[in-house]
């Protein structure tokens, strides 16, 4: 099946493949040894329509990307409600802070906006390319993957400049900067790829799975989440050789280190967290926040870490759950 990013409508999908699977998915369920918590609705603050990314500032704020609304809303450190929604052009998907902006892709409008944290206000409105969707910050740079142009581009975060574009192939999505390259994930291909920031020399993986998404570097390997297979997979991050394999039942999205080393997953039922033990390669505790069924990418979730809190979004209930990241069991911390 092809999956590609479509525009939101008022009864359509966001993102790629719309609409569920023939039949129920395989039962993998977690190993044995994997302890879980459920929360029958986990704290949770109400946002514009349709959220879909999450990022957390040095200030402590976390700000969500509302794909449905067209709005990217500030929730302040210890706030209950957002306290500044900036009106955004097009569908914006995700969103880095960092180099004192906060970072917005425009999937529509082939953008890449630069907000001012402050005042809300849009400064830069940098032309990627079609369909941007993933966003990150590292090494300098803002970097951009446009899903239909295939192309990671890397941004000066002080003049705006396109400085480089590098050719990842039409279907990537997401963008993650680890500790020597910056990683691509080639959702259509189901590859990875690595782009040497120095050189820009491009490695590219086998296939490792089926649509690698969500990736965060930690306890020596590239994680990835890859939601329809229900799976973690752990690459060596220079050669993106697979090497371990994580059964993580519900539909993995998107991942985040926690302080302790260990990898936080979201999938999207629930939504729940799950964590990995990266020594171990195994899931040692879940966290149900909510009850919502599974998105088979009509949609995406995202994850953010802020005040020792996990924040993710969910899309279908205009919400951003925020809870402990030591309440997902399993924790070091």
């Known amino acids: 099946m092809t999956h590609r990013a479509v525009l939101l409508v008022a009864a359509g999908c966001l993102v790629a493949g719309c609409g569920g699977p023939e039949e129920s998915p395989a039962d993998t369920s977690p190993p044995s040894s994997e302890s879980s918590a459920a929360t029958a609705d986990a704290p949770s603050v109400a946002v514009e329509a349709g959220p879909v990314g999450v990022t957390a500032d040095d200030e402590g704020s976390v700000w969500v990307v509302s794909a449905g609304a067209g709005a990217l809303s500030r929730i302040p450190d210890g706030g209950s409600e957002p306290d ?175 302080v302790d080393g260990s990898l936080l997953v979201v999938t999207s039922e629930g939504p729940t967290l799950a964590r990995i033990d990266p020594d171990e390669a195994a899931v040692v505790g879940t966290l149900a926040l909510s009850d919502e069924l599974p998105l088979y990418d009509e949609a995406n979730l995202d994850v953010a870490l802020a005040g020792g809190q996990a924040w993710v979004t969910s899309y279908v209930a205009d919400r951003v759950h925020h809870v402990p990241v030591t309440d997902v069991p399993g924790s070091q911390s």
Do not use: N
Request: glycine share 14%; proline share 6%.
């Open 84 to 258: 500044l929604v900036v009106d955004l052009p097009g569908v914006p998907l995700r969103a880095v802070a960092a180099y004192d902006a906060v970072w917005t892709t425009s999937f529509d409008r082939g953008l890449l906006l630069a907000v001012d944290p402050g005042s809300g206000r849009i400064g830069r409105q940098v032309p990627t390319g079609k369909e941007p969707e993933g966003v990150a910050a590292g090494f300098g740079s803002v970097w951009v993957v446009t899903q239909a142009a295939g192309d990671l581009v890397r941004v000066d975060p002080r003049s705006g400049r396109v400085e480089s574009r590098t050719d990842v192939g039409a279907g990537a999505r997401l963008v993650a900067v680890g500790r020597d390259a910056v990683h691509v994930a080639q959702f259509e291909d189901d590859r990875v790829l690595s782009v040497d920031p120095g050189s820009g020399r491009v490695t590219r993986s086998g296939e490792v799975c089926d649509g690698p998404q969500g990736m965060a570097e930690t306890g020596g390997l590239l994680w990835v989440a890859c939601t329809p297979d229900d799976l973690v997979v752990g690459l060596d991050p220079a050669t993106l050789r697979l090497r371990e394999e994580v059964e993580v039942a519900g539909q993995p999205d998107s991942v985040a280190v926690d």
